[in-house]
């Protein structure tokens, strides 16, 4: 299985609810239904452990991967690329970092 961490700040002028809102109802509910997808959950973030200092990014999207050509295709569909193009108008440069465990 694929894991893809997403870590990303929201552009300047991003309204945190509109975008939090939008994950919600719209980013969770949409990938989730994605045969490929075994997991999707999206974190705000509060804080580094340990420190007063703040996280270097707002937050952090964990998707659970179980076919990477699956998803590819699913990716493809009209609805997949409204939502990506919707996430983008508020994502400031997401990383979006393949993954893989290490206990196999």
Do not use: C, H
């Amino acid at each position: 299985m694929t894991t893809i961490i997403v870590l990303f700040n929201l552009k300047d002028g991003a309204s945190i609810e509109t975008y939090e809102t939008w994950a919600r109802e719209t980013d969770l509910k949409t990938v989730r239904g994605l045969s490929s997808v075994s997991g999707f959950e999206v974190f705000r973030t509060n804080g580094l452990l340990g420190s007063d200092d703040s996280s270097p990014y707002q937050y952090v999207e964990i998707i659970s991967v179980s076919d990477m050509a699956k998803f590819g295709e699913e990716i493809g569909t009209d609805v997949m690329q409204k939502v990506a193009g919707e996430f983008q108008s508020f994502a400031d440069n997401p990383m979006f970092i393949m993954s893989e465990s290490i206990e196999g």
